[in-house]
């Protein structure tokens, strides 16, 4: 079986060597073999958990969640109800947030609109930046 330095398993995973090490450290990534120069050496199965790992990062799952998915992942015979739990309570996080993200989306257009392209002293963007309370939205 092929081991690769941790360089390389950045390289071929996408994650940077200090988070290489840092997953290393809590956990997510079992400690790799070392060379008798204490040397990291990473197979291809610890290749294939850092891209897991990279890959439910990108998706916006938080470390507690990569860790069960991965618990998941190690015994897959089991039920997979908490995995489909852990996405669900993703995919409210991202609905939660597309709504905060509208509803800034529409502040910005309404001091924008409120501009007039007048005078700064005159301006919607710097009055409401300036006091919060003349926010038509209140959660952004």
């Given at each position: 079986m092929e081991k690769v330095?941790?360089?390389?398993?950045?390289?071929?995973?996408?994650?940077?060597?200090p988070t290489i090490r840092y997953y290393e450290s809590i956990g997510l990534v079992?400690?790799?073999?070392?060379?008798?120069?204490?040397?990291?050496?990473?197979?291809?199965?610890?290749?294939r958990r850092l891209a897991f790992i990279r890959?439910?990062?990108?998706?916006?799952f938080e470390v507690d969640a990569i860790r069960t998915l991965l618990h998941l992942q190690d015994d897959p015979k089991q039920?997979?109800?908490?995995?489909?739990?852990?996405?669900?309570?993703?995919?409210?996080?991202?609905?939660?947030r597309i709504r905060s993200l509208t509803a800034l989306k529409a502040e910005l257009e309404t001091m924008v609109e409120g501009c007039s392209h007048g005078r700064v002293e005159q301006c919607r963007v710097i009055e409401v930046l300036?006091?919060?309370?003349?926010?038509?939205?209140?959660?952004?």
């Open positions: 330095t941790i360089g390389e398993a950045s390289r071929q995973s996408g994650v940077k060597v079992r400690e790799p073999a070392r060379s008798a120069g204490n040397q990291r050496f990473y197979d291809k199965s610890d290749l890959h439910a990062r990108e998706l916006g039920s997979c109800a908490s995995a489909d739990a852990i996405a669900k309570a993703r995919i409210a996080d991202v609905d939660q300036a006091d919060h309370g003349q926010c038509v939205h209140d959660r952004h």
